[in-house]
């Protein structure tokens, strides 16, 4: 079975630009997570989307958005670039059962985002 | 407030020892836990899970954690270290009705010969 795929791998792009991060969930998971793992920082919780619809964001500004398409894959868009954005993007999937999540995450290995 | 408390940045044990990983939580209502490990550059491989039932879980590559609720702690542990278990480790929190995971700061493993 086939795990959590994220691209691209790397991704480097100058301050003030977009960046667009795609993620693919294991077959049969509904829900994807996306986290940011920045250089002193931590992982910080930053969007969940569940059969299509954003359920909850973490405290990053509105230029963080994104979606999830019918197939359950997503999407993370981070506009107007800033150096700190530098980091690491996991994204992670779950499901739901009988409408409970198992909250069990499996991520995938990530896109390392580069701002210059 | 909900957090997860990883009190060792840095542990270095010998190849063979044992070790203990410290976590502890913050959490109002009950909680998921689990413990994930990084390889650099890599993303998280989950190592274990405590939902509910026997509070000592086993789980992959010989390691095993113990929920003890009464001190909010889920610490992770192995009776004999290889080399190939350098690697960062996380301990997250979650809820049970889903959404996200909050995790520690996480604590480097180096293993020396």
């Known amino acids: 079975e086939a795990g959590v795929t994220q691209s691209p791998t790397h991704l480097i792009k100058t301050r003030g630009q977009q960046a667009t991060l795609r993620c693919s969930p294991i077959?049969?998971?509904?829900?994807v997570y996306w986290y940011q793992q920045a250089l002193g920082l931590g992982l910080q919780f930053l969007l969940w989307?569940?059969?299509?619809?954003?359920?909850n964001r973490g405290n990053f500004p509105p230029r963080f958005s994104g979606r999830q398409f019918p197939n359950y894959s997503s999407e993370l868009n981070v506009n107007a670039l800033e150096l700190e954005d530098s980091a690491l993007y996991l994204c992670?999937?779950?499901?739901?059962?009988?409408?409970?999540?198992?909250?069990?995450?499996?991520f995938g290995p990530g896109t390392r985002l580069t701002v210059l | 407030a909900q957090s997860v408390t990883q009190p060792d940045i840095h542990i270095t044990v010998s190849e063979g020892a044992s070790l203990e990983l410290r976590c502890n939580y913050s959490?109002?209502?009950?909680?998921?836990l689990f413990w994930y490990v990084q390889s650099p550059g890599q993303g998280l491989q989950l190592l274990l899970k405590?939902?509910?039932?026997?509070?000592l879980v086993q789980g992959i590559k010989g390691f095993e954690a113990e929920f003890k609720r009464s001190q909010s702690s889920f610490n992770l542990r192995k009776p004999s270290v290889h080399w190939s278990d350098a690697a960062e480790y996380f301990c997250?929190?979650?809820?049970?009705?889903?959404?996200?995971?909050?995790f520690g700061q996480g604590t480097e493993l180096s293993v020396k010969p």
């Open positions: 992670a999937s779950s499901v739901r059962d009988r409408g409970v999540s198992t909250d069990t995450q499996y």
């Open positions: 405590y939902f509910s039932g026997d509070t």
């Open positions: 997250a929190v979650g809820a049970r009705r889903g959404g996200k995971l909050i």
């Open positions: 959490y109002g209502a009950t909680p998921y």
């Open positions: 989307y569940d059969e299509g619809e954003e359920r």
């Open positions: 077959s049969g998971h509904t829900s």
